[in-house]
């Protein structure tokens, strides 16, 4: 029967396996190892697009799909995979993102096959991530997305590739660290014997101060990875070095693996620690996107003023977790899925406009509009999306974060008002340093050579991959419930105990 076929791993497995085959196919023929990656992406979303469809049951608040097979039995180590509306909304990302960028990475033609075989190695790792039910296969794929990405900013990365891959390995390294601990820690610990499977560690309790101490050292790996300030400063020199294909991958996805963890671990296991740490997560989230806009205006290379704009962007993530009401953790979930939309999309599109004028200045471009119409119509409307313009995704969501925050009874007047007034700082600063971008890319003068007629607009392949990723921007601005209805019975169940009366 087909509800007996191992769906979850067959799409985490499927794409690093597929990849094995890259070393078989010819080194000239770039084209055919491109088709041939592509065609592996779509493979992979389709059966993805079929589970959620055929075998996803949205009113379900329960895991579906559980595979469960034992690996190592003296530690209880197991391969169990499962799914609720929280991983099934980012399953979807991924596959939709991993698929764009494949597109996306068409320019590349030096070693095409290893290229591309990191970039599936990554996909099974993200599956496998948001897909994971035993806590040691969580750090597993967490730990899988580091080498394919040292190496894709190693190998096909900017003039400064080396140090910024170098600053990647040590902060997300370093953070894993303490992943490590503080899962050892949950699973070793009291008398029950060890156990990894989240199930199981669900209904395990702790001592106040152990499972503070926990739910610190999984927050530091998550700050890491989300990026929350003081940890954030490797993101902007990743992105600005990485090839854009993988800043996609970056934005769209690696980032969520950060929120994802803060929900799935520490608001769900470690439910007494959190209410402590939810305020210190608001203030932080909040003093980020302000201080994040006034980096990004200050920017002059178009990369990172993107980056800087992602970091801003993922406080209203990091607001929404900590509202500790289901408004905001929808807010912050659906902020997630419209961050990695948004800002995949700005990073390729600030990509294929370095493939033309070979500059990420911006004060070495200017006047491009009329030589490049189509850039610049695609680069305006992303640009309006990722200010949360009306009608897009991104209002919605950050909507729902400061109505989760205005709803949440334990904040105290003052403390909500703060948040407000900050918050609203941030996101006025918004469309001043996007605005001011386009306008010294695509308006005034033509202050250089890169600037000229002969310039090539936008082809079939970056229209149609830009459209792909708008479509879903606009539908869930206009009808939010597209996507809020996946996992809005999983975020019930998560916020109940948030919700009662200290």
Not at 47 to 61: A, G, L, T, V
Not at 138 to 146: A, P
Not at 346 to 371: E, K, M, P, V
Request: hydrophobic residues 50%; proline residues 5%.
């Amino acid at each position: 029967m087909m509800s007996n076929i191992p769906w979850l791993t067959i799409i985490v497995l499927f794409p690093i396996l597929a990849s094995l085959l890259l070393p078989t196919l010819p080194s000239k023929g770039s084209k055919i190892v491109k088709w041939y990656t592509l065609g592996i992406c779509i493979l992979e979303f389709l059966p993805i697009i079929y589970i959620f469809y055929r075998h996803f049951n949205i009113q379900d608040e329960s895991v579906q799909l559980i595979e469960n097979y034992s690996l190592v039995n003296f530690i209880n180590f197991h391969w169990s995979l499962g799914i609720d509306g929280l991983s099934m909304g980012l399953i979807l990302l991924t596959g939709f993102i991993t698929t764009s960028a494949t597109l996306a990475a068409w320019p590349v033609t030096r070693n095409t096959r290893l290229f591309y075989f990191l970039m599936l190695v990554m996909y099974s790792g993200q599956i496998g991530l948001f897909a994971s039910r035993d806590i040691s296969l969580f750090f597993l794929m967490w730990e899988l997305e580091l080498i394919p990405i040292y190496l894709l900013i190693c190998m096909w990365g900017g003039k400064r590739r080396l140090y910024s891959a170098t600053k990647f390995i040590l902060y997300t390294a370093g953070g894993s660290i303490f992943l490590l601990v503080g899962a050892l820690t949950m699973s070793f610990y009291g008398t029950e014997g060890p156990s990894f499977d989240i199930r199981d560690l669900t209904s395990r309790s702790y001592p106040i101060s152990i499972e503070i101490l926990i739910y610190l050292g999984f927050l530091i790996a998550y700050a890491v990875k989300l990026p929350i300030l003081p940890f954030h400063t490797w993101l902007p020199d990743t992105h600005g070095e990485a090839h854009y294909s993988t800043c996609m991958l970056l934005a769209g996805i690696l980032l969520k693996m950060g929120g994802y963890g803060l929900i799935r671990i520490n608001m769900e296991l470690l439910s007494h620690a959190h209410p402590t740490f939810a305020p210190w997560l608001v203030l932080f989230g909040t003093v980020q996107i302000a201080y994040a806009s006034l980096i990004s205006l200050s920017q002059r290379n178009l990369k990172r003023r993107v980056a800087y704009s992602s970091i801003s962007h993922m406080g209203f993530v990091i607001i929404g977790i900590g509202s500790l009401t289901d408004t905001g953790l929808n807010g912050a979930i659906l902020q997630m899925i419209s961050h990695g939309l948004i800002g995949a999309a700005l990073f390729f599109l600030a990509g294929t406009l370095y493939d033309r004028t070979r500059t990420l200045s911006i004060n070495r471009l200017g006047g491009i509009a009329t030589t490049m119409p189509r850039i610049f119509t695609m680069f305006s409307v992303f640009a309006m999306a990722s200010l949360a313009l009306p009608g897009m995704s991104g209002f919605v969501s950050e909507l729902l974060v400061f109505l989760g925050i205005v709803n949440n009874q334990h904040y105290s007047l003052i403390f909500k008002v703060s948040v407000m007034v900050v918050g609203a700082l941030g996101i006025i600063l918004t469309p001043v340093y996007l605005l001011s971008m386009l306008r010294r890319i695509f308006y005034g003068y033509k202050i250089s050579n890169h600037s000229n007629p002969s310039l090539i607009d936008s082809g079939p392949r970056e229209i149609s991959t830009s459209i792909c990723i708008l479509l879903p921007i606009l539908g869930m601005g206009l009808y939010p419930n597209m996507v809020l209805l996946i996992w809005e019975n999983e975020i019930v169940s998560i916020t109940i105990p948030y919700s009662l009366p200290k």
